[in-house]
């Protein structure tokens, strides 16, 4: 690691005294007093004494190199001095630093401000809750933008944006298939091992099926492709859409008359709403195939055994369950992520700190919509 | 007044600082720079123009490292800068400070912090004299001291360059980059622009090399000019370059604008 002092090293220590005769302060100084000595001489000039002077001499004839980070060092010095009311009745510096110690003396005039310290506790606690309110209620807001915007596009003044939408579908569905499939085939076979495992103790290992079809159809395969997809689309929209942002991207396009909502929003969440139940159901028939090929291996159920257990265990209405979740998961993640892409400011930690809590929103949403989908369903006996 | 890393003593002005010979810079088969030479002396501020695409920035990219020549060497400080490794490297990055077009300044941090990035990581200073130094760098660029706690999402154009000239300036460099300064500020601004720069450059004992459209900057701040024309590279003063007979360099300096800039 190399250091300012190795680059540029010092030939003469910077060095300072004082002489004091009753109120009378002479201050010498000399040799180096640039940056790389400068952390060393503040805490000894902070340090100085400098209570009851009325007059100072500051004599500076042995300097042999001054900087900026110097020359505040002294300016500070002097200004100590005369904060103290000692009147500064000689201030000598060579010459060739007069210009730098003049513009410093001449810009630098109010005294650097104190870092704010950190707000109280409860402050803290009160500010974050606050936000989080306002979170929502903007959310909401948002969500009224696009529903209206929404209904719109049915209406004949305005139409969905073909082009856009078609590439959404297959930049968030088709090109998603690969690692939906494989994370579910996995789910499946792990779902179909831990229940052989459990059922074997009763002797019910066939039921392995019961459980593998109810809960993939009903629960997993669904929440896994809306988490999948949070983390694939949800956050590519806050990058995108915030990306613009910074560029002026969105304000060059509302100068020009384009509807941010119409170009960017819907077409997006129209692409997820319409891919996301294709996704889920690729997931449900991949989960179920992984789920086979562990109770061929692990309990030597045949193919065919394994259909006509699985036949008597669902009906239309579980693989149903799952479904209907597909497009509201969709519509949420769209909408946090495009929502937050828009609250992208100018710079560049803000897109990815929107990034992550898009994310975080719309699985927290997916989860929460889930266990209330379950509560729903339970009340309606379905 | 300064020293260099092998630790000699080269305070003289009219050392060469930066000395680039038989540079040659391109895009695919596009030659930009057809073998150029450059010396720029301790000291002096040296303006480099020439029209859109004569690879202006290009070259300031080249001696500042970011960017390789196809052939050629760069010498600054005396250092080849193809062969530097990553320490010396670093070293001489020390001795230089550098201001982008736009300011470039690190978007996530406060004016404050993006002064303090260079001290912070080459000394070892307590935090009250950092904000103390990067107050003082803020008045010697003309910036109010409410400045020190924005974001630069907060700050005007004019604004950013100030404060990536207050970036460039925080370890006190020998040599200063200025890629545009003036561009895209008013005149009102432009000209307190080149006033700070000469003042700094007297007061810093500063080596300038700045890229520059602007015609008034040239004559209120530079020493010499070197002029980017038909691959090759022209050096002189104002005076000297306005009796080139050159296409180029004739219309730009006895041009309507560099007429009116030039005999005020």
Known sequence: MVSLSDVRPVEERAWFKTERRDNVLRFVVGGDWTLPEAPRLDPKL????????????????????????????????????EDGGAKVRSFVIPETYG?????????????????????????????????????????????????????ETIGPQKQLRWKAFIHQVEETGINALPIVGLLSFLIGVVLAYQGADQLRRFGAEIFTINLLGVSILREVGGLITAIIIAGRSGSAFTAQIGTMRVNEEIDAMQTIGLNTVDVLVLPRIAGLVVALPFLTFFSDFMGMVGGAVMCYFDLGITFPTFLRQLQGAITVDTFMVGMVKAPVFAFVIGLVGCFEGLKVERNAESVGRLTTRSVVESIFLIIVLDA??????SILGI | MTVSADGQTNGKSGDVIISARGIVNGFGDRVIHDHIDLDVKRGEVMGL????????????????????????????FGHEIADADNISMRALQMRWGVLFQEGALFSSQTVAENIQVPLREYTKMSQTLMNEIASMKLSMVGLPEDTAKKYPSELSGGMKKRAGLARALALDPELLFLDEPTAGLDPISATNFDVL???????????VLMVTHDIDTLRATTDRIAVLVDKKIKVGTIAELRKDDNPWIKEYFSGARGRAALDS
């Open chain 2, 49 to 76: 123009v020439g029209g859109s695409g004569t690879g202006k920035s290009v070259l300031l990219r080249s001696i500042i490292g970011l960017n390789r020549p196809k052939e050629g060497s760069i010498k600054v």
């Open chain 1, 372 to 377: 209330g989908f379950s509560i729903m369903f």
């Open chain 2, 197 to 207: 720069v000469r003042d700094l450059q007297k007061s810093l004992g500063l080596t």
């Open chain 1, 46 to 81: 902070r340090a100085l004494d400098l209570a009851k002077i009325s007059e100072a001499e500051i004599d500076g004839k042995e300097l042999d190199k001054l900087d900026s980070a110097g020359a505040w060092l002294l300016l500070r010095t002097k200004r100590a001095l």
């Open chain 1, 99 to 151: 210009p730098l110690f003049g513009t410093l003396e001449r810009e630098h005039k109010a005294p650097p401000t104190e870092e704010s310290s950190r707000p109280p506790f409860l402050y803290r606690v009160g500010r974050g809750f606050m936000h989080a309110v306002n979170q929502g209620y903007e959310m909401l807001g948002y969500l009224g933008r696009v529903t209206v915007e929404t209904v």
